[in-house]
């Protein structure tokens, strides 16, 4: 199998963090480079344009999340590269946007050869709630831990 880049989604909850390290141990693994994607849920980023929650208070935990995950994944795989992007789970303008719409979309946008998706059973985030469709409607290999 080639694998040159590895696609977890995230959302700073513990089962993203697990599955955060699983990619990790499958971007060494491959020898590849990881990417982890930051989901929005729609009530955080709802919390966030209605100023309920400090977009810097945010930014910051994501911060924390991928120092975290950085730290973790230069010690295992000092030679690969961590790129990190966020995306919002669900839109008022487009329907067909849904958490994993999103994770597909930039799965083939930065060209993704395998995905690893935390999933929770009756996982209420955003995250948790792409695990199902993503596993369904991924061209490449799916982990969903």
Known sequence: ?????????????????RAAEYAVAVAERYDADLHL?????ERLR??????????????????EFTDGI??????NHPEGT??????????????????GSVVLDVSEDVGADFIVVP???GEQDAVGRAALYVIEYASQPVLSV
């Not at 199998?1 to 963090?17: A, K, N, T, Y």
């Not at 709802?46 to 911060?63: K, L, Q, S």
Request: zero cysteines.
């Open 119 to 121: 999933r929770e059973q």
């Open 70 to 75: 950085r730290r973790t994944f230069d010690e």
């Open 1 to 17: 199998m080639d694998i040159d880049l590895v696609l977890v989604p995230v959302d700073g909850s513990d089962q993203s963090e």
């Open 46 to 63: 709802r919390d966030i344009d209605t100023e309920r929650i400090d977009p810097e208070a945010v930014a910051a935990d994501h911060r």
């Open 37 to 41: 994607l930051f989901v929005l849920d």
């Open 82 to 99: 961590l790129e990190t992007s966020t995306a919002t789970a669900f839109s008022q303008t487009r329907l067909m946007q849904t958490p």
